[in-house]
């Protein structure tokens, strides 16, 4: 019998960090080609999937103070042909996002806390529309030495016609209009540190996860009736605090019925399950399942069967499967990479 093969990428950092990778469905993956995209530490699709975005994530680009973004047309094999790169005028870009209409490119920049607006034109990044200061939402919280010494933009997520911003330093969650424009906010407890957001599949609701106050904390959107956001207390996602381990990623179950959160570093390398009621609220912490070192991403394949977890300092991708009931098992398929910070299924 002939395996299908399915495509997915994975980036990370490294000169030639971009890979095309190649799944057989039964425990085999390769790699089909590697792309000149240095440090391209997040990445993301367009909403028709026929082109993919890429962080720069470098203090200079082009010979500039600053980083950058690429894009690049998905060829009928999955493949990736470049088609053009920009400066993104910010240090250290991290995370990025198309706008639900693929016309606008939202770059998040961790080093100098600032967010960039790209038009998109024909999938090309175009002109540089805007750069929201997140230093106009307010002062950073200080609250850790070393991390919040100002604001460091993390996520800018398209979602509902609302621009998600997380920002590290200020310990706030906001919510833009796509002009950039406040519409609510949500201060997390300070040194938490918000890093991501994952949206619930099917309920006016959003998980915070904190990068350095291993928790999450729920959210309810009252968007767009009645824009403001409603927080629960934070929720541990680890038995006992791990002095050294930071969150990174965070992501629904296909089902709707469990939250998974990754654990980097402190010795607990891991991924927690938390299970989540009818309601969408987060109930208790199932278990953590043990994984390579610094486990920077992790993503569900289209079958929500299996998940791919992103090991940077193990050069490693794992695969586990899922049973739906909150229970993680390997699989033994994994793929030596280099430095994999991030994990993407078209369609997904």
């Not at 299908?4 to 990428?9: E, K, L, V």
């Not at 200079?60 to 690049?72: C, D, E, I, T």
């Not at 600032?114 to 038009?119: G, I, K, L, P």
Request: proline content about 7%; glycine content about 16%.
């Amino acid at each position: 019998m002939t395996a299908i093969m399915n495509g997915f990428y994975v980036g990370g950092y490294g000169d030639r960090c971009l890979y095309h990778c190649l799944d057989d469905g039964q425990g085999t993956l390769s790699v089909s080609g590697d792309y000149g995209i240095p440090d391209a530490s997040y990445l993301c699709l367009s909403p028709d999937g026929r082109h993919l975005y890429a962080v720069i994530e470098r203090e200079r680009y082009g010979g500039r103070y600053g980083g950058g973004v690429a894009a690049l047309a998905v060829e009928g094999d999955g493949r990736l042909r470049l088609v053009n790169e920009a400066f993104t005028g910010g240090v250290a870009p991290c995370h990025l996002s198309t706008s639900e209409n693929g016309e606008r490119l939202y770059v998040a920049h961790y080093g100098d806390g600032s967010t960039a607006v790209f038009d998109i034109e024909n999938g090309r990044i175009g002109g540089l529309a805007k750069t929201i200061d997140h230093g106009k939402f307010g002062r950073p919280s200080l609250a850790w030495p070393g991390r919040q010494e100002g604001p460091h933009a993390h996520y800018a997520q398209a979602a509902n016609g609302i621009l998600w911003i997380c920002d590290l330093g200020l310990d706030l969650v906001l919510a833009l209009d796509p002009e950039g424009n406040e519409l609510a906010r949500h201060r997390a407890p300070p040194g938490h540190g918000p890093r991501h957001l994952a949206f619930h599949p099917s309920l006016p609701l959003a998980y915070l996860v904190c990068e350095m106050g291993q928790a999450v904390i729920g959210l309810g959107l009252g968007f767009p009736e009645k824009p403001e956001i409603q927080a629960s207390p934070p929720i541990p996602v680890l038995r006992e605090p791990a002095p050294g381990c930071t969150c990174a990623a965070a992501r629904v179950s296909p089902e709707g019925r469990h939250l998974l959160v990754s654990n980097r570093g402190g010795g607990v390398d891991s991924i927690s399950v938390l299970g989540l009621d009818a309601e969408g609220r987060v109930t208790d912490l199932i278990g953590t399942t043990r994984t390579g070192l610094c486990p920077r991403d992790f993503r569900f394949d289209p079958s929500g069967k299996r998940l791919f977890v992103a090991c940077q300092e193990s050069d490693l991708l794992q695969v586990f499967d899922w049973d739906g009931d909150g229970g993680l098992g390997p699989t033994g398929a994994s793929l030596d990479i280099r430095r994999p910070t991030c994990v993407l299924f078209p369609g997904v």
